[in-house]
C-alpha cells in the first residue's frame, strides 16, 4: 500500500508540470453547438471541453480554486446552468466549488467547503447548487481515501455577484456521496455509501426522512456496514434510481444494483441486479423516455469484471427490464455518463484517459477520443456534463 501511495504522490508532482493544452475549432468559437465538460480528477487541475459532436478537444481549463495552496485540486464533477450561463466544478484535493463562464470559462467565484465535496445537483430556476460529500474510503483504489465523515448536504446559492452558502441539511449519516433531485426542484435524496440508508430532504420545510436500503439486513443503522454502497442516484417520474456498487463484503460477494424507490413514500419498488464484480458507477435518466442508462466499470484496477454500458426500461409501476448492453472489451474502468438533450447521444468517461459516445437507441458506439499522454500516467476522468 504504502509503494503505491508513493507511486500516485510521484505522479502528481509530475503532473503539476505539466502544460495547459489549449485548442480550439477553425470558428475559434468554444461554443459552437454546445460543449462537452470532463472533470479530469487525476490529471491535475483541468477540466477539459471537447466538442459534443466528434469529441475533439477545444479547450484545457486550469483549475486553481486553493491559488495554488493544494497541489493536487482534483476536479471531480460539473453541473452547467445554460440559462444563465454557468458551469461548476467540485474539487476533492481543495474541498471547494468553483464557478465559471461559459462564454470564456472564466472563474468567477470560489467557496469553500468544511469537508471534499463529491456530486452536485443545480436547480437553475432557484439558481441553487445541493452539494454531497465525498466518503472517507478509497473509491478509486489508489490506495489514499480522499473524504471525510461528514454528514451535511449544503446549499449554495449562485448570481452574477457570485456564490454564498445558504444553509446545510444534516441526514444524520456520515458520506452522503450520491445525490439527486426531483424535476420540480422541490425533493433531494441522497444516500449514506458507507451507513446503506437513503435520506429524503424536502427543500422547502426542511423535513428530513431515513431509511434503509435493505431493512432484512440493517434495519436499525450499523456503523460502516458498506455492503450495497449506494454511489449515485437520479430521479425521474417520482422514482428514485439508486446505482449500487456491491462487491466484497465480509466473506459475501454482493451484487451490483439498481434499486427503484417511490419518492412520495419513500418504499422499494423494484430492483435489478448485475454481477458481484460490475461496481456500477454514475447513471443518467433519459430526457423524455422511461430509460435509465448505467456505466458499469467492472473491476477498480481494470483487469476484469462485468464492465460496460447498460439502458434500462422502466414501466409505470417502476419495474426496470434490460434492453440492450454493450459491453465491448475496451469498456473499461466507466465512470462519469451523461445524455444530451435531445436524448440521441450518451456520453462516458473512463478513468483509462478515454471518453466515449454512443447511440442512445441502439448502444452503437460512435465516438472515442483518449485524453491521456505519457506524462499523465493516471489520467483518471470523472464527472462528465453535455450542453447543447
Not at 500516485?8 to 470558428?27: K, N, Q
Not at 487525476?42 to 495554488?68: C, F, H, R, T, Y
Not at 465523515?149 to 446545510?168: F, P, Q, R, T, W
Not at 477498480?300 to 434492453?323: F, I
Amino acid at each position: 500500500m504504502l509503494r503505491k501511495e508513493i507511486i500516485y504522490i510521484l505522479s502528481a508532482f509530475m503532473l503539476m508540470s505539466c502544460e495547459s493544452v489549449t485548442s480550439s475549432d477553425s470558428s475559434g468559437n468554444i461554443s459552437g453547438t454546445g460543449n462537452l465538460y470532463v472533470a479530469l480528477q487525476g490529471m491535475g487541475n483541468k477540466v477539459a471541453i471537447l466538442n459534443p459532436d466528434n469529441l475533439q478537444l477545444i479547450e484545457m481549463v486550469d483549475v486553481n480554486l486553493s491559488g495554488g495552496q493544494i497541489m493536487m485540486e482534483m476536479p471531480h464533477y460539473i453541473a452547467v446552468d445554460s440559462n444563465n450561463g454557468y458551469w461548476f466544478v467540485t474539487t476533492m484535493g481543495s474541498s471547494s466549488v468553483g464557478m465559471y463562464s461559459m462564454s470564456g470559462n472564466q472563474l468567477l467565484d470560489v467557496i469553500s467547503l468544511e469537508s471534499p465535496p463529491a456530486l452536485f445537483e443545480i436547480d437553475s430556476n432557484t439558481k441553487s447548487l445541493y452539494v454531497s460529500r465525498m466518503p472517507n474510503v478509497d473509491l478509486m483504489g489508489s490506495g489514499m481515501p480522499m473524504g471525510s465523515n461528514s454528514s451535511v448536504i449544503d446549499k449554495i446559492g449562485y448570481s452574477a455577484n457570485g456564490m454564498s452558502l445558504e444553509l446545510s441539511y444534516d441526514t444524520g449519516f456520515p458520506s452522503p456521496h450520491a445525490i439527486s433531485i426531483s424535476e420540480l426542484g422541490d425533493k433531494i435524496i441522497t444516500a449514506s455509501l458507507t451507513y446503506d440508508f437513503l435520506t429524503k430532504i424536502d427543500v422547502g420545510s426542511g423535513d428530513i426522512q431515513n431509511i434503509s436500503l435493505d431493512s432484512s439486513i440493517n434495519p436499525d443503522p450499523i456503523p460502516d456496514i458498506n455492503r450495497l454502497k449506494p454511489l449515485e442516484i437520479v430521479q425521474g417520474n417520482n422514482f428514485a434510481f439508486v446505482n449500487c456498487m456491491g462487491g466484497t463484503w465480509n466473506d459475501d460477494m454482493i451484487n451490483g444494483r439498481v434499486q427503484v424507490w417511490s419518492v412520495e413514500n419513500l418504499s422499494k419498488v423494484s430492483e435489478y441486479q448485475f454481477g458481484s464484480d460490475s461496481n456500477p458507477w454514475h447513471l443518467v435518466h433519459h430526457p423524455s423516455e422511461n430509460k435509465i442508462y448505467v456505466a458499469l466499470s467492472g473491476y477498480l484496477d481494470g483487469s476484469t469484471g462485468e464492465s460496460g454500458l447498460v439502458q434500462l426500461s422502466y414501466d409505470e409501476t417502476g419495474v426496470l427490464t434490460l434492453d440492450w448492453e454493450n459491453r465491448e472489451s475496451s469498456l473499461k474502468l466507466l465512470h462519469g455518463i451523461d445524455i444530451s438533450q435531445d436524448g440521441e447521444y450518451v456520453y462516458v468517461s473512463s478513468r483509462d484517459g478515454r471518453i466515449f459516445k454512443f447511440n442512445s437507441t441502439s448502444g452503437d458506439l460512435l465516438e472515442s477520443i483518449d485524453l491521456s499522454t505519457s506524462e499523465m500516467p493516471y489520467p483518471a476522468p470523472g464527472g462528465i456534463k453535455v450542453n447543447y
